[in-house]
């Protein structure tokens, strides 16, 4: 089945530093990946819609220039939280869907941010 | 954002109970999918359903798409000590590849 890889799984670190989680597709050219947040006890949120070779879609209240998306091949995405401050921990997770407007996202395993 | 009515947000049950969780929307979508999520990790597509009044079963998962479009329910039979998680319906627009999540539902099984 289709495999989403996500990396780190955790990261810890200083407010003010920038961090990068990555995600990639294994078996499949992820034509449009999608970048989620998800607080304790909550559900997913959608950040961004982001498809290949053109600028991420940012949903409302989302701001753009904290949070980066690079999608510069079928396979990665990439997700840099600018200047991390303690009220961006949480868990990020990654989606990807192939060319087949029907197929189903799949999930990657989320990256724990915790920003101290 | 917007989120989907998904209910019971939890349920503690003994193994070997059937579970029935439900979504419901004010909107129309095209696909319905359900999803489970533990700890630490992100969600597992169980079920895709595409078309209403669909019906489908994956092992001892049963899921069908309301015929009005604005409803999804998961049902899991003779439950078992791994089915423990959080399971999310999620619905998707017509020609939108974005995914509206519901709320969740929490399953713990009593030993």
């Known amino acids: 089945g289709a495999v989403v890889s996500q990396h780190p799984s955790r990261v810890i670190c200083k407010s003010g530093t920038s961090v990068k989680i990555e995600c990639r597709s294994l078996?499949?050219?992820?034509?449009?990946m999608f970048w989620y947040r998800q607080f304790p006890k909550q559900s997913l949120m959608l950040m961004a819609t982001s498809n290949e070779g053109s600028k991420a879609t940012y949903e409302q209240g989302v701001e753009k220039d904290k949070f980066l998306i690079n999608h510069a091949s079928l396979t990665l995405s990439t997700l840099t939280v600018t200047s991390a401050h303690p009220e961006d921990s949480s868990f990020y997770i990654c989606s990807a869907t192939g060319t087949n407007s029907n197929q189903p996202q799949h999930f990657g395993d989320g990256t724990r941010l915790s920003i101290l | 954002g917007q989120q989907l009515n998904q209910s019971p947000q939890s349920m503690f049950i003994q193994e070997g109970e059937d579970v029935s969780m439900n979504c419901t929307s004010s909107s129309i979508f095209n696909t319905w999918l359900w999803y489970k999520q533990e700890p630490g990790e992100g969600p597992v597509l169980l079920i895709a359903l595409y078309k209403a009044g669909e019906l489908t079963s994956n092992g001892r998962l049963t899921a069908q798409f309301g015929i009005t479009r604005k409803d999804s329910f998961l049902n899991i039979s003779a439950s078992i000590p791994s089915d423990v998680g959080i399971y999310f319906c999620a619905g998707q627009g017509f020609g939108n590849e974005k995914l509206t999540f519901g709320t969740g539902t929490r399953l713990t099984i009593i030993p």
């Open positions: 078996d499949f050219q992820a034509t449009t």
